[in-house]
């Protein structure tokens, strides 16, 4: 199979976004924990929005609860048009393929080369025998082609994975997400395995896709310079509880010394040293 890989993947892929509406959310894990606690948040369509705190905030809790990969303990989720909440089979499946997914891993196959590896976003909202033969459409190539050329992969389409640094396998999987023409973004800690100037440059790569295409971005950050710099509404995690709900430029020092529950250290900042 050859492609052309010159510019003619047609419009970038694009989705109508979608609100998210948690209310009165808790999920406490078999074990005892509370990860999340009474937790009632609204997050307009098209805002881009950060969940900061310390692990065990609960932040990778709520962002999985979204779409469906955590099951709330008490409460509603309804992203978009659907109630998450008690959802589950082909249904649940169907809501999966509306919501983006990057994750700190990057989760690709490593010797498959970056085409394939985007294309996989396709068949999130393919019919079940589709998706078990993983026949793309003409349709299909085009979109997959639009999300690399998006993040600037194009040129890498038909590079292995597993040869690309750690910030262009990021952008891999974040075109892997924008391939299934999402409504929805969520990233947990995308940045957190990378060096600084290459998390800037990833940060930057989903706040333009924000901007660009008016998508609900929603992702956890635990670096207070990135949540400052790069979204314009923190949520501040802790032990479960949000303890900060505003504008990201204008959270203190005193705002995260709440959220990290102590003062801040070098560790908290990108770049800073442990």
């Given at each position: 199979m050859?492609?052309?890989?010159?510019?003619?993947?047609?419009?970038?892929?694009?989705?109508?976004?979608?609100?998210?509406?948690?209310?009165?959310?808790?999920?406490?894990?078999?074990?005892?924990?509370?990860?999340?606690?009474?937790i009632?948040?609204?997050?307009?369509?098209?805002?881009?929005?950060?969940?900061?705190?310390?692990?065990?905030?609960?932040?990778s809790?709520?962002?999985?609860?979204?779409?469906?990969?955590?099951?709330?303990?008490?409460?509603?989720?309804?992203?978009?048009?659907?109630?998450?909440?008690?959802?589950?089979?082909?249904?649940?499946?169907?809501?999966?393929?509306?919501?983006?997914?990057?994750?700190?891993?990057?989760?690709?196959?490593?010797?498959?080369?970056?085409?394939?590896?985007?294309?996989?976003?396709?068949?999130?909202?393919?019919?079940?025998l589709?998706?078990?033969?993983?026949?793309?459409?003409?349709?299909?190539?085009?979109?997959?082609?639009?999300?690399?050329?998006?993040?600037?992969?194009?040129?890498?389409?038909?590079?292995?994975?597993?040869?690309?640094?750690?910030?262009?396998?990021?952008r891999?999987a974040?075109?892997?997400?924008?391939?299934?023409?999402?409504?929805?973004?969520?990233?947990?800690?995308?940045?957190?395995?990378?060096d600084?100037?290459?998390?800037?440059?990833?940060?930057?790569?989903?706040?333009?896709?924000?901007?660009?295409?008016?998508?609900?971005?929603?992702?956890?950050?635990h670096?207070?310079?990135?949540?400052?710099?790069y979204?314009?509404?923190?949520?501040?995690?802790?032990?479960?509880?949000?303890?900060?709900?505003?504008?990201?430029?204008?959270?203190?020092?005193?705002?995260?010394?709440?959220?990290?529950?102590?003062?801040?250290?070098?560790?908290?900042?990108?770049?800073?040293?442990t």
């Open positions: 050859t492609l052309d890989t010159r510019a003619e993947a047609g419009p970038t892929p694009a989705s109508a976004a979608w609100p998210i509406r948690l209310d009165g959310v808790s999920v406490t894990y078999p074990n005892g924990t509370a990860a999340l606690r009474d009632s948040l609204t997050i307009e369509a098209g805002e881009m929005v950060s969940v900061v705190g310390l692990p065990g905030s609960g932040k809790t709520l962002i999985r609860t979204l779409n469906g990969l955590v099951p709330v303990t008490s409460g509603t989720v309804t992203v978009g048009p659907h109630t998450v909440t008690g959802l589950s089979g082909r249904r649940l499946r169907q809501v999966r393929g509306h919501v983006g997914m990057i994750f700190q891993g990057f989760n690709l196959a490593t010797r498959v080369d970056v085409y394939r590896n985007t294309l996989v976003g396709r068949f999130a909202q393919a019919g079940a589709r998706g078990f033969l993983g026949v793309p459409t003409a349709h299909d190539r085009d979109v997959t082609l639009a999300a690399l050329d998006m993040v600037g992969m194009l040129d890498k389409v038909w590079t292995r994975a597993g040869s690309l640094s750690g910030g262009q396998q990021q891999v974040i075109a892997r997400a924008l391939s299934q023409e999402p409504s929805i973004m969520l990233a947990d800690e995308p940045v957190a395995s990378l600084p100037p290459t998390a800037h440059a990833v940060m930057g790569e989903l706040e333009r896709i924000n901007a660009d295409h008016h998508l609900t971005v929603l992702v956890n950050l670096l207070m310079d990135l949540a400052r710099q979204t314009r509404r923190m949520i501040g995690l802790r032990g479960g509880e949000v303890v900060y709900d505003g504008p990201a430029a204008e959270a203190t020092e005193a705002d995260f010394e709440q959220i990290y529950g102590r003062r801040i250290r070098p560790q908290d900042r990108l770049g800073g040293r």
